[in-house]
Antibody, heavy 122, light 108 residues
Framework: EVQLLESGGGLAQPGGSLKLSCTTS????????MSWVRQAPGKGLEWVSV????????YYADSLTGRFTISRDNSKNTLYLQMNSLRAEDTAVYYC???????????????WGQGTLVTVSS | EVVLTQSPGTLSLSPGERATLSCRAS???????VAWYQQKPGQAPRLLIY???TRATGIPDRFSGSGSGADFTLTISRLEPEDFAVFYC?????????FGGGTKVEIK
C-alpha cells in the first residue's frame, strides 16, 4: 500500500523558514517523480513543485520566486520542501504527492499524503 | 500559464441524479493531459480520471470523463451518498501545472 506521511508543519514567523518532510513506503521511491501541492484554508489546490526520480531536475510554480527548494533522499525514501522568506500567503496545508511515473510533466499525480499545515503569522 | 475555469461553482443535486461538471482551459491542453480529483472535507484529494477519460484504479464506472482541446467534462451518472464532495480538474500537459478552482457537489 502506498503511504505518504508529511511532517514539519507548524507556526512560522513572516520571513522565517520551515522544512517539510514526506516519508514514503509501499513503492519504489527512487523510480517516481514527486510533487508538493498546497491548499490555503478554504481554497483550492495550488501546485508548488516537482522533482524527477534522481533529483537532477526540479520545477516550481512561478509565484514562489526562488523561495522554496524541493529535494529528495532516495536512500531514506523521503521528499523535502525547504521554505524560506515565508509570507502570510504561504499559509496552507502542504500535500506530498506521488507522480504516476518518472517524468515531471505529462504524468498525473496518483497518490497524496494527508497534508501538514503551515501557518505563517506573527 | 494555463488557467482552468470550473463551472458551476456549486451543484445542488439529490442522490440518484446525474452530475455534469465542466472544466474550461484558457488554451488547448496538449494531448488531453487532464485529470479529475475528488476531495472530501479533511481528506486528501483522490484521483478519479486521467488522460481526460481514463478511470483510475478502483474508481466506479459511474464516473466518466470526456473532452478534448480546451473543454473537459466529468460526469457522475447516478450520485451515491458518498460522492458529495469538491471536484478539481488539473492539467499536467503544460508547465506550470495548474488546477481549476473546484466544483462543490452538495446534497439538495
Amino acid at each position: 500500500e502506498v503511504q505518504l506521511l508529511e511532517s514539519g508543519g507548524g507556526l512560522a514567523q513572516p520571513g522565517g523558514s520551515l522544512k517539510l518532510s514526506c516519508t514514503t513506503s509501499g513503492f519504489t521511491f527512487s523510480t517516481y517523480a514527486m510533487s508538493w501541492v498546497r491548499q490555503a484554508p478554504g481554497k483550492g489546490l495550488e501546485w508548488v513543485s516537482v522533482i524527477v526520480p534522481n533529483g537532477g531536475s526540479t520545477y516550481y510554480a512561478d509565484s514562489l520566486t526562488g523561495r522554496f527548494t524541493i529535494s529528495r533522499d532516495n536512500s531514506k525514501n523521503t521528499l523535502y520542501l525547504q521554505m524560506n522568506s515565508l509570507r502570510a500567503e504561504d499559509t496552507a496545508v502542504y500535500y506530498c504527492a506521488r507522480v504516476a511515473g518518472s517524468g515531471s510533466l505529462h504524468i498525473p499525480i496518483d497518490y497524496w499524503g494527508q497534508g501538514t499545515l503551515v501557518t505563517v503569522s506573527s | 500559464e494555463v488557467v482552468l475555469t470550473q463551472s458551476p461553482g456549486t451543484l445542488s443535486l439529490s442522490p440518484g441524479e446525474r452530475a455534469t461538471l465542466s472544466c474550461r482551459a484558457s488554451q488547448s491542453v496538449w494531448s488531453s493531459y487532464v485529470a479529475w480529483y475528488q476531495q472530501k472535507p479533511g481528506q486528501a484529494p483522490r484521483l478519479l480520471i486521467y488522460g481526460a477519460s481514463t478511470r483510475a484504479t478502483g474508481i466506479p464506472d459511474r464516473f466518466s470523463g470526456s473532452g478534448s482541446g480546451a473543454d473537459f467534462t466529468l460526469t457522475i451518472s447516478r450520485l451515491e451518498p458518498e460522492d458529495f464532495a469538491v471536484f478539481y480538474c488539473h492539467q499536467y500537459g503544460h508547465s506550470p501545472l495548474t488546477f481549476g478552482g473546484g466544483t462543490k457537489v452538495e446534497i439538495k
